[in-house]
């Protein structure tokens, strides 16, 4: 599927295109298929509601119907809706973080994992950076399979990519040059050992507890900025894109894959803000547009300090899906590489985010997921979308 929209990036999506070879992995409760929508990622803001050309082979639509066919009959397996009730919640906001450890720190876990001051820090601040946790050779080989699936090379079932259209129109040569962000690459073994590394859920578990869920999986490949400052991703809270809580079992884990200053677009981070409420996201209203799903919080304190996070190769940042947080426009001529996956515990619940701020998203996600499956069935809800995507990776699946 294309979603398009007028400013000068815009996604396409690939997907389902053909079966992962080799015998299929163990699922520990059932649930495996292999797609689901992006939460964010795609066309501009101030959307006029023009969609670009559809992009679609007579191939590409043969794989799509099998794609759909793939879906239903997961979804029968889940039960469709009914599987596992909806916990309802008035508010998404209802839900928040602090109760769910009552002791004296709420945001972390007692493990001996971290040091003392680590704890403070995140409890205080809503993030940790871990220098040099990430081996180069780990880097290495998610950057080298990376550039496969830009060369389609390998096409992973479920995965969304987004290019620049502008690119993909003109004299589209696959290459990592045209393609901004890989998401829900869950299926692609050699780029989810970045989820199962022992050094990253060492220090997962001190918020998710020990069976942990991999939630969505990115890639982002920051293009050089056009001049349109449509490389940056505007202030947003994560949690705005999740239907599960509580909020502070999850924790999203994101490693440079190489130097990332203010100069190619490195994060930027308010520290403290995980400790308010989920805020109402929009699309920013940006000149130059903004890309699909990527909605922005108008309303934070000005004046709250501003971190940007300097990082080099390997170094990764833990943080709270509260912690307001984006990252600057790519002034480089290089693409600037990361990878990030936001993992749950399992223990952690779906909730219906319907009467909530979330709805919006919600709304997007399923006509962007439904489209991509060609599954007109309305009662396809999120929960289901999500419980494609999300995959084991430590313990057991218990709920999610
Ligand atoms: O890597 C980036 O530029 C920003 C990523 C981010 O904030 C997100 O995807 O939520």
């Given at each position: 599927m294309t979603c398009g929209s007028p400013g000068s990036r815009v996604c396409t999506q690939q997907g389902n295109q053909g079966a992962r070879p080799g015998t299929p992995r163990p699922r520990p409760r059932g649930v495996r298929p292999g797609t689901s929508p992006p939460p964010e990622a795609g066309p501009p803001a101030e959307s006029s509601g023009a969609e670009a050309p559809p992009l679609v082979s007579p191939l590409e639509a043969m794989e799509k119907d099998r794609a759909s066919a793939r879906l239903r009959i997961l979804l029968r397996h889940l039960g469709g809706r009914s599987a596992g009730a909806v916990i309802a919640q008035p508010t998404s906001e209802g839900v928040s973080p602090a109760s769910f450890h009552p002791q004296q720190f709420q945001y972390t876990l007692d493990n001996?994992?971290?040091?003392l001051e680590q704890r403070k820090f995140y409890e205080e601040n809503g993030f940790l950076v871990i220098k040099n946790l990430v081996s180069d050779a780990d880097i290495q080989r998610f950057r080298h399979e990376f550039e496969r699936v830009c060369r389609n090379e390998v096409k992973p079932p479920g995965l969304t990519v987004m290019r620049d259209m502008t690119i993909a129109k003109s004299?589209?040569?696959?290459?990592?040059?045209?393609?901004?962000k890989i998401q829900?690459?869950?299926?692609?073994e050699e780029l989810f050992r970045y989820c199962t590394l022992p050094e990253i859920l060492k220090y997962v578990e001190c918020f998710?507890?020990?069976?942990?869920?991999?939630m969505h999986t990115m890639l982002i490949?920051?293009?050089?900025?056009?001049?349109?400052?449509?490389?940056r991703h505007p202030?947003?809270?994560?949690?705005?894109?999740?239907?599960?809580?509580?909020?502070?079992?999850i924790v999203c884990a994101w490693t440079a894959m190489e130097h990332i200053d203010r100069s190619n677009g490195c994060l930027v981070v308010l520290p403290g803000t995980h400790k308010g409420t989920l805020k109402p996201h929009v699309y920013p209203q940006w000149e130059g547009g903004v890309n699909i799903m990527f909605h922005g919080i108008?309303?934070?304190?000005?004046?709250n300090a501003r971190v940007h996070l300097i990082m080099e190769k390997g170094d990764t940042v833990f943080f709270h899906p509260l912690l307001i947080h984006g990252s600057g426009r790519n002034k480089s001529q290089g693409f600037r590489k990361a990878i990030s996956c936001h993992f749950a515990g399992a223990n952690c619940h779906y909730i219906?985010?319907?009467?909530?701020?979330?709805e919006n998203i919600e709304k997007e996600v399923l006509e962007v997921g439904r489209k991509h499956y060609g599954?007109?069935?309305?009662?396809?809800s999120l929960k289901d979308f999500w419980m494609l995507r999300a995959r084991l990776v430590k313990g057991q699946r218990v709920n999610l």
């Open positions: 001996n994992v971290l040091s004299e589209y040569v696959p290459s990592e040059r045209t393609i901004t829900d690459f869950q299926e692609d998710t507890g020990p069976n942990i869920m991999a490949n920051k293009p050089p900025d056009t001049g349109k400052k449509t490389s202030l947003h809270q994560d949690l705005h894109y999740f239907p599960f809580r509580p909020s502070s079992s108008h309303d934070y304190d000005k004046d219906d985010v319907k009467g909530t701020s979330q599954v007109d069935d309305a009662s396809l």
